[in-house]
Structure formats: C-alpha cells, structure tokens
C-alpha cells in the first residue's frame, strides 16, 4: 500500500521510494503477483516523469509486469502494467486496448484500468468513453489525484473549462504541494 501510495505522489523521491519498496516485497515473497505488478508500475512511472530513460524504464515493466502475470494470468493490475507497456513502448495500441478491455471486464471497480482504457479511448478519440470512464474513476476512488487530473484534462480538452477548474480545485485540496494540477490549470 504504501508502495501504490508512493508512486501515485510522482515525485522523483516517492517514485525511488516505490521501487525501493516493491522490490523489497518481491524479494521477500518472490510469488507476490500483486507486488510485481506494482513494481511494473512504478518503473512506468518513473519513464512517463522523466525520472528513468525509457529503454531501461520500460524494459524492467515488462519484466514486472511479465512475471506478475507468470503468477496471476488473470491478475488486473498485472494486465494494467502489461497494457501501458503495450502502448508506450510497443506502440501496440489495439493490443493495449484489448488488454485493458479485458482488466475492466475482469474488475470493472478498478481505477487503474479505468484509467488507462480512459486514456487510450482518448487517444482513439472516443473521448465521450474516456470522460466517462474517468467519471467512474472518480466515483470509485475520490482520493485518487490522477483520476481527478484525468477527468480536467478530458473537461478541458472538451472545452468544459469550469467543470475543469472545479475539478482541479479537489486536485488542489488532496495535494497541495503538487505541480500538475497547476500545470493542467
């Protein structure tokens, strides 16, 4: 927990931290399917923040997200990793839509499989899917920083600029200190 916590703040320290902290899980219990997965995302993280160079990045998440899957085939935050690995660094685009079609169907409660199909819906350009999608994001975990972040970006992109700015405003109130909410502003 405290590792998806980490890695959800994207700060250069947090996201170290994150890995530091799944590794160490993984070491100690090297069947942890969940663990590994984790692992997968934060070293996705680490690339799409600028914090690892992709090559390498990524080639540790397919890893991750690889062995995660070894163990769990049906495992949603395994097939979430391999998704993002799919589209980002494959640039498998319908594979990756396919992957994530399946998490949602195996857990349509899950905000990272939400995420991710919201966004690769966006990029379809089936954003009336990916509003939706980051709606139930939303509605399922209204902690989760980058589920608001998701949903004003849509908004925005939409040209819905004050439902986007009310958006942000919770951005702000669960994370102050962050820059992306700024940014999005």
Same mark, same amino acid.
């Given at each position: ?11 250069? @320290? @947090? ?15 090297? &069947? ?10 934060? !070293? ?49 685009? $319908?594979?990756? &839509?396919?992957?994530?079609? $399946?998490?949602? @169907? ?20 089936? /954003? @009336?899917?990916? /509003?939706?999608?980051?709606?139930? /994001? ?9 589920? !608001? ?7 925005? &992109?939409?040209?819905?600029? &004050? ?17 992306? !909410? !700024?940014?999005?502003?």
């Amino acid at each position: 927990l405290e590792g998806r916590s980490r890695a959800n703040r994207v700060t250069s @320290d @947090d996201n170290a931290r994150a890995i530091e902290l799944f590794g160490q899980a993984v070491a100690l219990q090297p &069947d942890f399917a969940l663990a590994w997965a984790g692992l997968s995302r934060a !070293h996705l993280h680490s690339v799409a923040s600028g914090f690892a160079m992709p090559t390498a990045g990524y080639a540790q998440a397919r890893a991750a997200a690889q062995r995660a899957l070894a163990l769990a085939p049906d495992l949603v935050e395994g097939l979430v990793a391999l998704g993002q690995v799919q589209a980002s660094d494959d640039l498998d685009w $319908k594979g990756a &839509d396919a992957t994530f079609r $399946k998490a949602i @169907d195996l857990a349509p409660g899950n905000a990272a499989g939400l995420h991710s199909a919201s966004w690769l819906a966006t990029v379809f350009g089936r /954003i @009336d899917e990916a /509003i939706a999608l980051a709606r139930r /994001i939303v509605a399922l975990d209204p902690l989760a920083i980058n589920g !608001h972040l998701r949903l004003a970006r849509l908004l925005a &992109d939409s040209g819905r600029y &004050d439902e986007a700015e009310a958006t942000l405003a919770t951005v702000r109130q669960l994370n102050p200190a962050g820059p992306r !909410h !700024h940014a999005t502003l």
